[in-house]
T-cell receptor, first 111, second 117 residues
């Protein structure tokens, strides 16, 4: 089975930096992805890590440590529009495209 | 590119009736699509993998006779909730995979909010 744990809620100030952690337990591991979902909307892809280290995409960066079964999403220069839910997700089988999602973190950006 | 269209966006039905939700890949072919269910303020739970031209693969605990999936073409998958009950009220989201920067990225439809009275 799969288990992905995230903090349920995070609040941060506009312009600040926030880190959202994800710890996982899976029978297999083929990469960690991050998705953003605004209320009532569709999840959208943010970032992906297959190997250890940091991946940077604009204001968003994602980190992975496979030995620790841990990753995080880093959001810099927070904007009000970044208020949303953020999910980590893993692919646990090679050759498969289905993802299993974490518990989700609700980020609230305040002025 | 990589747009997934889902219809209807919301539906209200009476208990005991069936509801069909369509998921279309508009600008690419998807041999595989995925159906997720999401309860309010909760995570996305994978229900099943829809395979073009063959039977869907259901996750453990998902009733295949209740959630009928048909993937008749490379651009269309449908989910039918049969004999719906209030506990089936949820947000149903479909997705299809595409390759981007070495990752298997899921492109999601806008979701269908089902309310069963």
């Amino acid at each position: 089975g799969q288990s992905l744990e995230q903090p349920s809620e995070v609040t941060a100030v506009e312009g600040a930096i926030v880190q959202i952690n994800c710890t996982y337990q899976t029978s297999g591991f083929y990469g960690l992805s991050w998705y953003q979902q605004h209320d009532g909307g569709a999840p959208t892809f943010l970032s992906y890590n297959a190997l250890d280290g940091l991946e940077e995409t604009g204001r968003f960066s994602s980190f992975l440590s496979r030995s620790d079964s841990y990753g995080y999403l880093l959001l810099q220069e927070l904007q009000m529009k970044d208020s949303a839910s953020y999910f980590c997700a893993v692919r646990d089988r090679t050759g498969a495209n289905n993802l299993f999602f974490g518990t989700g973190t609700r980020l609230t950006v305040i002025p | 590119g990589a747009v997934v269209s889902q219809h209807p966006s919301w539906v209200i039905c009476k208990s005991g009736t069936s509801v069909k939700i369509e998921c279309r890949s508009l600008d690419f072919q998807a041999t595989t699509m995925f159906w997720y269910r999401q309860f309010p303020k909760q995570s996305l739970m994978l229900m099943a993998t829809s395979n073009e031209g063959s039977k869907a693969t259901y996750e453990q605990g998902v009733e295949k006779d209740k959630f009928l999936i048909n993937h008749a073409s490379l651009t269309l998958s449908t989910l039918t909730v049969t004999s719906a009950h209030p506990e089936d009220s949820s947000f149903y989201i479909c997705s299809a995979a595409r390759q981007a920067s070495g990752a298997n990225v899921l492109t999601f439809g806008a979701g269908s909010r089902l309310t069963v009275l």
